[in-house]
Nanobody, 121 residues
Framework: QVQLVESGGGLVQPGGSLRLSCVAS????????MSWYRQAPGKERELVGR??????????NSADSVKGRFTISRDNAKNTVYLQGSKLKPEDTAVYFC?????WGPGCDYWGQGTQVTVSS
């Protein structure tokens, strides 16, 4: 059974940072590209970042809402992908999802259930 379980969400003060984790099971993690998406209330889901199966390359959404403040990494020995964010703003408030895709590209084969991040004072 495939599972992607996100953790690390919660309340963050503006200007603060976060580190989200996503632990995978039920598939060969090291063979899948992993992505983080987020969805704010009333908005479409948007890509935050994607990392190759081996972890040697990644992209971060170049939109002004994301670029320069988030990084993605993975530890294949732990079946875990991470998202780190800094200088968080209230507009970063969203549900953050991790997902897995067998090849490099948009969309996902498997999705996690998401973790809520709220940026507020």
């Amino acid at each position: 059974q495939v599972q992607l379980v996100e953790s690390g969400g919660g309340l963050v003060q503006p200007g603060g940072s976060l580190r989200l984790s996503c632990v995978a099971s039920g598939f060969i993690f090291s063979s899948y590209a992993m992505s983080w998406y987020r969805q704010a209330p009333g908005k479409e889901r948007e890509l935050v970042g994607r990392i190759t199966s081996g972890g040697g390359g990644f992209i971060i959404n170049s939109a002004d809402s994301v670029k320069g403040r988030f990084t993605i990494s993975r530890d294949n020995a732990k079946n875990t992908v991470y998202l780190q964010g800094s200088k968080l703003k209230p507009e970063d408030t969203a549900v953050y999802f991790c997902c897995a895709r067998r090849d490099w590209g948009p969309g996902c084969d498997y999705w996690g259930q998401g973790t809520q991040v709220t940026v507020s004072s």
